[in-house]
């Protein structure tokens, strides 16, 4: 539902992306709006100059950074 999603989405794609990049330098290479148990999150992944990934789930309504995982 529309009316929803614009609850509870407060951040754009956009903002949630400059946030993991004051995190951890690198380029984004995905990054998704999902709804994971009724709360949307933006789901972003970094590879840094170095080659890691690093994902990134952030809160669509409040901007926290909810997780940051490092892939091996």
């Known amino acids: 539902p529309v009316k ?3 609850q ?7 903002q949630a992306e400059k946030m993991a990049l004051a ?3 690198g380029t ?3 990054s998704d709006l999902d709804k ?11 590879t840094t100059p170095s080659g ?3 994902d990134f789930e952030i ?3 409040t ?8 892939d091996d």
């Open 28 to 30: 984004i290479t995905d």
């Open 59 to 61: 809160s669509a309504k």
């Open 23 to 25: 995190k951890v330098k």
């Open 8 to 14: 509870n989405v407060k951040i754009t794609k956009k």
């Open 52 to 54: 890691e990934e690093v």
């Open 63 to 70: 901007g926290k950074i909810l997780k940051q995982e490092w």
């Open 36 to 46: 994971e148990n009724g709360v949307y999150i933006y789901e972003i992944e970094i």
């Open 4 to 6: 929803e999603k614009k």
